[in-house]
């Protein structure tokens, strides 16, 4: 099903003046939430606007769209979030008849505005380890470093790389926040280790300090 929506009137982007030039440049089709069985598509005709009173050249934005360059509705990407604890990304794509991509990148907007500010006034316990992630082209691994709240779990801080310039800015985000970090539990990296004398306490775990003893003889 196919639902044409057209619009008599058009307002500046920027000032929202209503005494605009409008101009047709595209025709876009949009999808939005299923009725029963059947797919609903909007096909909307997109505008150029020219304002006369701010001077601003500007593509007409759709209230109903997540992005600027969406090709599905709010009401649709809400729904996916909500599935998405119940239902892997290919099973949503497949019901709604989406790329797998389009509905990953729903998640990724919305994990981004969920966590965009992460609180760390209150955090106590503070993990910190790295992973890899491939090989850089000379073979080397490819280091990520991720620094996590014990107690909830949350992921506070994720950066590439895992030497001291990983974590400047998390100190200073820490220093801004007046945490009261109790404990900081991570391995024997150089990197980890300056992180680690700024706290009252700071564990490692019984294969860190075996393995540095081995090292060094």
Known sequence: MIQRLKRK????????????????????????????????YFEVELHRIYCPRCRALSVEVLPFLPHPKARITKALERT??????????????KYFHLDWRIVKACEKRYLKRKFKQIKLKHVKYIGIDEI??????????????????????????????????????F????????????????????GFYQLGKRKPSACTDRFQPFSRYQTDE
């Open 171 to 190: 100190l200073l985000r820490l220093r801004k926040s007046k945490e009261k970090t109790e404990v900081v539990a991570m391995d024997m990296g150089e």
């Open 9 to 40: 009137e058009f307002r500046c982007p920027k000032c929202f003046h209503c005494s605009v030039f409008a101009h047709h440049y595209r025709t876009r089709r949009i999808l939005g939430l299923p009725y029963e069985s059947m797919e609903v």
């Open 132 to 169: 890899t992630i491939g090989h850089t082209e000379v073979g080397k691994p490819y280091y990520w470093t991720i620094v996590r709240d014990l107690d909830s779990g949350s992921v506070l801080h994720v950066d590439q790389g895992k030497d001291g310039n990983t974590f400047k800015d």
């Open 80 to 93: 996916i979030i909500e599935l998405r604890p119940e239902m892997t990304i290919r099973a949503i794509s």
